[in-house]
């Protein structure tokens, strides 16, 4: 079977295997590529809310101490002057030295702390929409936040020009309400929320270097990977067209051979027709020979005995053969002979058995004839032969012949042998009259 009957194979040597080859690469590692870039940009959001995160778990961390203190006191001074909004016992107190401390709230101190951060981009601050000093109420989107979006369970976050804000609400308990009156609740049940806010830029700045190399990576890949597979390709091309040669030369040679087979089988099938032709005719003349004749008269005399389908039996004889083999050589004798049959059979009906007996002697079986129609026949063939002439080597040779004619009806006792022995004596007899004339058996 051809290659190009195999779907597969007919791909692999089309031009357009490259360009899908390409394709293919190309698509796996575009959707790699991508792939990796959200997991890094995931993986920057993670370290951005961890970093929120962590904010909050410290900030929990304040308030629960600070809670479990109750108050908190520092040195009244111009950075920490009294908090007029406060309204608590005991705000103000003053140590036995006479240094002054003043209560903060829980806002202030988260200020404070924000002072004290090395990185100036980071801030604590706590939001509400009920604040005890109304100069801190919020607006714009973080309103809305806190009105809408903020709940116990669910935290906010938004990123503002690479400013990365973590939401988280401020539940209220017993301790807060010694600062705070349950009137400033807000729809969601807490006192507001805690914001963390920090500059994202340096972990932007990052996560360029991690997308650069992402991409160049999936360059290298896509190039190794390519190049492997048209290495491959061309590889499996190669040999494709190797095994078609292979399977050519194959073909060839099959061919060869079959040819060479089929000539040998022509010859076998010329040689038996040949060797089947030599058993039924007579390889000078052409004619049937002796083992034909004698087969040819059993299968007649069958038919005779069978359904009294008369036939005659002729046995000819070429007069004085032996004399012109002696005067004018065995070649001569040869043309005579195949000259004579060839003289004979234009007399011949189609169904009659013309063979060549012995030597001269030759043998008519006429069929469907009786004895006095193969007398005139006979006859009339002796007649024909007288008219015949062979020129051999500027000689002029006259035939003549002789013949005894007989059939099954005289004969007591059916054979061939019988046949043939009465055919021989009407013969016998022609040649003692003198040759060259016909005779019936008795």
């Not at 908090?83 to 404070?112: C, H, W």
């Not at 100069?135 to 990365?164: M, R, S």
């Not at 061309?234 to 087979?261: C, H, P, S």
Request: aromatic residues 8%.
């Amino acid at each position: 079977m051809s290659t190009n009957n195999i779907p597969m194979l007919r791909l692999i040597k089309a031009p357009i295997a490259t360009v899908v080859l390409v394709a293919i690469w190309l698509m796996l590692t575009s959707v790699s590529y991508y792939w990796n870039q959200i997991i890094i940009s995931q993986s920057t959001q993670k370290t951005i809310q961890a970093k929120g995160l962590g904010g909050k778990r410290m900030v929990e961390i304040l308030l629960r101490w600070t809670t479990k203190h109750q108050q908190i006191y520092v040195p009244i001074s111009a950075h920490n002057p009294e908090n007029p909004y406060l309204n608590t016992a005991n705000k103000n107190l003053t140590r036995e030295d006479g240094k002054k401390f003043t209560q903060i709230s829980v806002g202030r101190m988260l200020e404070q702390l924000n002072e004290s951060f090395l990185d100036p981009t980071f801030s604590l601050s706590l939001i509400s929409l009920k604040p005890i000093n109304p100069k801190n109420k919020v607006k714009g989107w973080q309103k809305e936040v806190l009105a809408h979006q903020l709940t116990p369970t669910n935290d906010f976050k938004k990123i503002i020009n690479n400013q990365f804000h973590y939401f988280s609400s401020f539940v209220a308990n017993d301790t807060c309400f010694s600062c705070h009156d349950k009137s400033q609740l807000e729809p969601n049940n807490t006192l507001g929320g805690l914001v963390i806010s920090y500059d994202i830029s340096e972990l932007i700045e990052q996560e360029k270097p991690l997308h650069h190399q992402n991409l160049m990576i999936h360059i290298v890949i896509f190039l190794l990977m390519t190049g492997i597979s048209l290495l491959s390709l061309n590889g499996i091309r190669r040999l494709v067209r190797q095994l078609e040669y292979e399977k050519a030369n194959r073909d060839l040679i099959i061919e060869e051979k079959t040819l060479v087979l089929k000539t040998e089988i022509q010859q076998h099938k010329e040689a038996r027709s040949a060797l089947q032709r030599y058993s039924t005719h007579d390889p000078l003349t052409g004619i049937r020979n002796r083992r034909h004749l004698l087969e040819s008269l059993k299968n007649e005399l069958r038919r005779y005995q069978r359904y009294k389908s008369d036939f005659s039996l002729l046995l000819i004889d070429l007069d004085h053969f032996r004399q012109i083999n002696d005067k004018y050589g065995n070649e001569c004798g040869d043309i005579v002979l195949k000259a004579f049959a060839e003289s004979v059979k234009e007399s011949l009906r189609e169904s009659d058995i013309f063979a060549r007996y012995d030597g001269e002697e030759f043998a008519i079986i006429a069929t469907n004839t009786k004895i006095d129609s193969a007398l005139r026949f006979s006859e009339k063939l002796v007649s024909h032969v007288n008219q015949e002439t062979v020129t051999y080597k500027g000689y002029d040779i006259a035939l003549s012949i002789s013949i005894g004619v007989t059939a099954p009806s005289l004969l007591n006792k059916l054979s061939s042998e019988q046949l043939l022995t009465s055919a021989d004596d009407a013969l016998n007899t022609a040649k003692v009259l003198g040759r060259n004339c016909a005779i019936r058996a008795d």
